[in-house]
């Protein structure tokens, strides 16, 4: 588990750096094929597989329709093609008797309007407690594109831009490297995994050895969704939408997180145990109404309650503090990628990725237990002083990479 969370971290600590905040959506299939009956048309995400059916509604991002034979099937946006999903939310605000009606023009959207502002969950003139409680609501549901659409819309523009501009700093070589790094690591995972479960160099206690081994191959699953190749394809980061990536990414590494969590001993709701924390602050939180368009927000930290001044903003109550101070971020952020030289990021990914392959490469070519035994308790050496050290940089106030 150690060359797992090894392999994980540096990883992510890649493609954090240098795609944070860049997301593609999904090419899974649903099966389904066309149906002769006058139903709307829904096609995948791949745009090869297209069935006719009725629209019965959407609850979050699941959809149900109905086949010819009366059939309903449930499916989640994710696995929908954008012009579908956008007749999805087209039709779920229809009123049934014109629903039917309303989408057969609204395949010839652009498939640009799906990076939706969020209007349509927001309604207008929401109350600072209306707008959190919405919040709430779609984050329980597991929408985590509800922290794109609860953005004013031309701070959705800038993100955007930034976005771009970073992209047009990274080339598509550079990300073959990483794919190639990712697929050199899986595989050797893979490969080696009767040693590695097996391996005494790694500080697993032999009451969780039956575990781990159950949870391997899972966990490498979740690994290869969460970092999807997808990333690695520049023509698609530069087309993607935020809105679209963060609802149909979430969706796949939720889906997956929680098949892994099923397999852990944990009592009750897994998921719920994680998200619980995290959820608890905002549950909690009180407001308080200055005006139609100022509020008071309380919200209780390890560390005492926190109160903070909110305003409304283009439909959107955001932070006053922060957003008085975005104009300065965003210029900083501008300015921080501008000085960035492509050469420079594709030089610093080759040697870092040449520090890693060197541990990955040996443990490729080991034939015994005792070879695999000896690299893996170097890497763990090595894990467990780069832990060391990112500790004491934390607690020196250092940021750790991001």
């Known amino acids: 588990m150690q060359i797992l ?3 994980f971290r540096y990883s992510s600590f890649i493609m954090n750096r240098y795609l944070r905040s860049l997301f593609v959506a999904s090419a899974l299939a649903f099966n389904g094929s066309v149906v002769g009956f006058a139903g709307d048309k829904w096609t995948d995400s791949s745009g090869t597989k297209t069935i006719e059916a009725e629209f019965v509604k959407l609850d979050g991002i699941q959809l149900t329709i109905k086949k010819s034979d009366g059939k309903e099937i449930v499916i989640p946006l994710y696995k929908l093609d954008n012009t579908s999903r956008l007749l ?12 039917s009606a309303g989408s057969k023009s609204s395949d010839s959207e652009s498939v640009a309007t799906t990076s939706s502002s969020g209007d349509d969950i927001f309604p ?8 959190f409680d ?30 771009q501009t970073a992209l047009t700093k990274i080339d598509q070589k550079t990300l073959d490297e990483i794919g190639k790094f990712k697929k050199d690591v899986l595989g050797t995972l893979r490969a080696k995994k009767t040693f590695i479960l097996n391996s005494k160099a790694v500080p697993i206690d032999n009451n969780m050895r039956p575990i781990v081994g159950q949870v391997y191959d899972p966990a490498l699953e979740f690994l290869d969704v969460v970092l999807t190749d997808e990333f690695l394809t520049l023509d698609k980061l530069k087309t993607s939408k935020p809105r679209a990536f963060i609802q149909d990414y979430s969706a796949r590494v939720i889906a997956r997180l929680e098949s892994l969590l099923k397999i852990l001993p944990f009592p009750g709701d897994p998921m719920a145990t994680i998200t619980g924390p995290a959820m608890a602050p905002l549950k909690g939180m009180q407001i308080k109404a200055v005006s139609d368009s100022e509020a008071l927000v309380t919200v209780a930290t390890p560390n005492g309650s926190v109160e903070e001044s909110y305003v409304k903003v283009e439909n959107r109550w955001v ?12 210029a900083q952020a501008e300015q921080t990628i501008n000085a960035i030289e492509p050469k420079t990021i594709s030089l610093q990914v080759k040697q870092a990725l040449a520090v890693v392959r060197i541990p990955i490469g040996v443990l490729a070519e080991a034939e015994s237990q005792q070879d695999v035994d000896d690299i893996l308790g170097d890497i763990v050496k090595q894990v467990q002083g780069a832990a060391a050290g990112f500790g004491a940089g934390f607690m020196n106030g250092i940021a750790p990479p991001r």
């Open 5 to 7: 969370l090894f392999s």
């Open 88 to 99: 999805a939310r087209k039709l779920a605000k229809s009123p049934p008797s014109t629903a």
């Open 124 to 131: 207008p003139n929401a109350t600072a407690r209306e707008f």
């Open 134 to 163: 919405i919040i709430i609501r779609e984050l329980e549901k597991k929408n985590l594109a509800i922290s794109w659409d609860s953005m004013p819309a031309s701070q959705q523009a800038d993100v955007e831009q930034l976005i």
């Open 319 to 330: 932070s006053k503090k922060q957003w008085d101070a975005w104009k300065t971020m965003k």
